[in-house]
């Protein structure tokens, strides 16, 4: 018998309780019944994007919602800035091909983080832009990125938006939605909503709305209008995910109890005792010190060691899976995720595991060192 642990960061594990809420028999979505489930996830869900804006749920992986964003907002030929340095920052970019826009294209090292200066830049050479695209949280890289700063910078123009990828940043990372005056903000459910993968959520302020009005890029299952219209009757346009609709609410629900505040901090010390950890038997960190998030610890494989096999070890003898790295980064990074449903001995498994690993395939350090580490960190939390 061996116990499976999953650690990356999107799927992340699923509480029982959740799990077993979508057992529950079928029920139908047009009754009171389910309306009041929607309604009620719809409201948490504002709750965790810390928002008043309007909250859309759509049934589609994170890139639905991404790419209902290019179809909600703009129209064929407008000028959009992409700001990446990661491979989300990346899909950004193919969506604004894709869809024929007009693009300033900010490209950054994927260990870099994104410059408001340089956004102000561009806005200012391109006074034509009609939205910015961010990605808060860049999970290729475990990049953090200054997002209000660039949102200040944008909230300056009359007719520009920003639109913020925080898929692994909501529950994981401060996004006050609001406060930072975001107008698109989106998530998906296999990342810190603890759900698995099938579900998104954007949020849509006025000014987005502003946008939409004007958008003439062709949009049917993904009309932000249509979802709006309907949750304004406390129903879907369409047949919504209605068991993980019902997950939803159970895993928000948690949310609330434990308190956004508390889960942020949460996902803080998790992500500093599985840094020191790595760091403790001399492995390099991947992100840079100005821009880690918490949601995944990317680290530089050693030299001299196979990074795919060092993946596949740890999955195939100790059960546990992490994540190797994206593009031009696979086999030169692995990432540890401690995304939603994570507590302090899963990343004390995973470091044991990681230091069991290292050792077979002839990576020379102290070994418990690791360990010693993130236990320094939880005892000193
Ligand atoms: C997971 C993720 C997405 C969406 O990916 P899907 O596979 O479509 O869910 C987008 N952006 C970031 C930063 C992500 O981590």
């Known amino acids: 018998?061996?116990?499976?642990?999953?650690?990356?960061?999107?799927?992340?594990?699923?509480?029982?309780?959740?799990?077993?809420?979508?057992?529950?028999?079928?029920?139908?979505?047009?009754?009171?019944?389910?309306?009041?489930?929607?309604?009620?996830?719809?409201?948490?869900?504002?709750?965790?994007?810390?928002?008043?804006?309007?909250?859309?749920?759509?049934?589609?992986?994170?890139?639905?919602?991404?790419?209902?964003?290019f179809v909600n907002c703009f129209s064929p030929g407008e000028k959009v800035l992409i700001t990446r340095n990661g491979k989300f920052g990346d899909r950004f970019l193919q969506l604004a091909k894709a869809y024929g826009l007009e693009y300033v294209d900010l490209s950054y090292e994927w260990n870099t983080v994104v410059q408001a200066a340089d956004v102000e830049t561009a806005l200012d050479e391109n006074p034509d832009i009609k939205g910015v695209f961010i990605t808060q949280s860049e999970t290729s890289s475990g990049v953090l990125n200054p997002v209000k700063p660039v949102a200040d910078v944008v909230a300056q123009k009359?007719?520009?938006?920003?639109?913020?990828?925080?898929?692994?940043?909501?529950?994981?990372?401060d996004c006050p939605t609001d406060e930072w005056k975001l107008d698109v903000v989106m998530t998906g459910s296999q990342k810190g909503l603890m759900l698995p993968p099938g579900l998104a959520a954007v949020s849509v302020s006025e000014k987005a709305w502003g946008r939409v009005a004007c958008s003439e890029l062709p949009k049917f299952y993904f009309s932000w209008e249509k979802a709006k219209k309907s949750i304004g009757k406390e129903t879907t346009p369409f047949t919504p995910p209605v068991s993980l609709i019902i997950g939803l609410g159970e895993a928000l629900s948690m949310i609330r109890e434990e308190g956004l505040e508390n889960v942020i901090r949460r996902h803080q010390l998790l992500a500093?005792?599985?840094?020191?950890?790595?760091?403790?038997?001399?492995?390099k960190l991947f992100a840079p010190p100005e821009g880690r998030g918490n949601a995944v610890t990317p680290?530089?494989?050693?030299?001299?060691?196979?990074?795919?096999?060092?993946?596949?070890?740890?999955?195939?003898?100790?059960?546990?899976?992490?994540?190797?790295?994206?593009?031009?980064?696979?086999g030169k990074i692995f990432r540890i995720g401690h995304l939603g449903y994570f507590d302090r001995f899963d990343i004390i498994t995973t470091l044991a595991g990681l230091e069991m690993t290292l050792a077979e395939i002839g990576y020379e350090f102290e070994r418990g060192a690791a360990l010693r580490a993130a236990e320094d960190v939880f005892m000193g939390a």
């Open 1 to 69: 018998m061996q116990k499976k642990y999953l650690m990356t960061p999107g799927p992340t594990p699923v509480p029982a309780d959740v799990l077993l809420s979508q057992a529950r028999p079928m029920i139908h979505h047009r009754t009171p019944e389910f309306s009041g489930i929607l309604m009620k996830a719809t409201e948490d869900l504002k709750y965790v994007f810390q928002t008043e804006n309007d909250v859309l749920i759509f049934a589609c992986s994170g890139t639905g919602v991404m790419e209902s964003a």
């Open 158 to 173: 009359d007719d520009c938006i920003i639109i913020v990828d925080s898929i692994t940043g909501i529950g994981a990372v």
């Open 272 to 283: 500093d005792a599985a840094r020191a950890g790595c760091e403790a038997i001399g492995l």
């Open 299 to 330: 680290v530089w494989v050693p030299d001299g060691i196979d990074g795919k096999a060092l993946v596949k070890t740890m999955s195939a003898k100790y059960g546990i899976t992490i994540a190797g790295g994206q593009d031009d980064y696979a």
